[in-house]
């Protein structure tokens, strides 16, 4: 019989599974704060809970994390997880260390369905959502691996592979468990949610009671482009996604999130930068300047750095605010999806 796995599982879950053991409600809520709050996952080592309680949860249970398949290292301090769940199918993780912080990049889908055509996780395909366990565990497991505490030094951001507003329901739940303040207890101020342009899902998470910071993947000022470069564009066009934008209802001082991917000859003109200045007036944002992370199996390319200072110049002299964000570990394959596409094709590690 295949154990159950408790990751992922919230105290309503473990509450009725220990029922179904014999065992009081309350012994779910200890449960739960073994595994979330004290991170003890060897069954045998709860030594509060009475023996044959023990026995039966090391006999019908387990409580995994995702296998490291490998790891790497960058020179810029950033580490690289590409991580095997158990149907075997690989997602990655980042840890991005800065001096004051460290941001753990998670992954929603393994693979992912929209397609973007700068990315190599869409090159990939869609393969499917992750769960609630695999979702909390990866942030589970880079905080052992890296011996983080889980305090406002740590942030998340949903930005790794896949679309997480495809998969809401498991993204939510993972939140939720995530930011319990009875367990994991990160503050959901301190998690960034990076859609492509889900329109449904960004009206849904703006009425969540809980919710992170919401970033939008805007990376092209017309429809004509963002059809090419986001397919996804075609289903929600650019009016349609700033109209959600502008009526998400963003918190005292919080401020949306747009990222732009500067594509060398594509989408950095200085045209691009003022239709962008237009496209976000009146919405209370800034913008993240991403010079692309080049791939193999990518026909775009990084531009010039003069020219991505001359954009960021146009967006500032607007009144807009944009930042330059580094990307990070280069050295290492870090485009999203580069890793997991390189470890299936070992010819294009030399590439
Ligand atoms: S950029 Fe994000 S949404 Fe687009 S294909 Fe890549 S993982 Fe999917």
Redesign the pocket.
């Known amino acids: 019989m295949q154990k159950k796995e408790l990751i992922g599982l919230a105290v309503p879950q473990l509450e009725s599974l220990v029922a179904s053991f014999g065992e009081p409600a309350y012994r779910g809520r200890q449960l739960y704060s073994a595994l979330y709050q004290q991170r003890q996952w060897d069954f045998r080592q709860l030594t509060p809970f009475p023996l044959a309680f023990r026995d039966r949860l090391e006999r019908d249970c387990q409580a995994t994390l995702p296998q490291v398949n490998k790891k790497f290292q960058s020179e810029d301090g950033t580490a690289r997880y590409l991580l095997r769940l158990a149907d075997g199918q690989r997602i990655e993780t980042v840890l991005m260390p800065e001096r004051a912080r460290n941001t753990i990049c998670v992954s929603t889908q393994a693979g992912?369905?929209?397609?973007?055509k700068?990315?190599?996780?869409?090159v990939m395909g869609f393969f499917r959502n992750l769960t609630v366990g695999e979702i909390v565990g990866q942030v589970l497991l880079l905080v052992q691996d890296n011996n983080l505490a889980l305090d406002r030094r740590l942030n998340l951001v949903f930005?790794?592979?896949?679309?997480p507003l495809l998969n809401y329901s498991n993204v939510r739940a993972a939140i939720y468990l995530l930011a319990d303040p009875k367990g994991i207890a990160l503050s959901p101020a301190r998690m960034t949610l990076?859609?492509?342009g889900v329109v449904p899902g960004i009206k849904r998470l703006g009425q969540e009671p809980l919710r992170p910071k919401l970033a939008v993947?805007l990376n092209a000022a017309t429809d004509e482009l963002r059809n090419q470069i986001?397919p996804?564009n075609r289903k929600w066009p650019l009016a349609e996604l700033l109209r959600v934008c502008r009526e998400f209802p963003l918190r005292s001082g919080e401020k949306l999130t747009f990222e732009y991917v500067l594509l060398d000859g594509v989408n950095d003109r200085v045209e691009d930068a003022r239709r962008l200045v237009r496209l976000v007036r009146g919405i209370r944002c800034k913008v993240n300047l991403i010079g692309l992370n080049p791939g193999p199996e990518l026909t775009f390319r990084t531009p010039p750095d003069a020219r991505v200072l001359h954009f960021q110049q146009t967006l500032f002299d607007k009144g807009v605010p944009a930042f330059l964000r580094k990307p990070r570990g280069r050295d290492i394959f870090a485009a999203?999806?580069q890793l997991k596409l390189t470890e299936s094709q070992p010819a294009l590690a030399n590439t």
């Not at 700068?118 to 869409?122: A, D, E, V």
Request: proline share 4%; charged share 10%; aromatic share 4%.
């Open positions: 992912c369905p929209v397609d973007c700068f990315c190599l996780t869409g930005m790794g592979m896949g679309e990076s859609t492509a993947s986001m996804l999203c999806g």
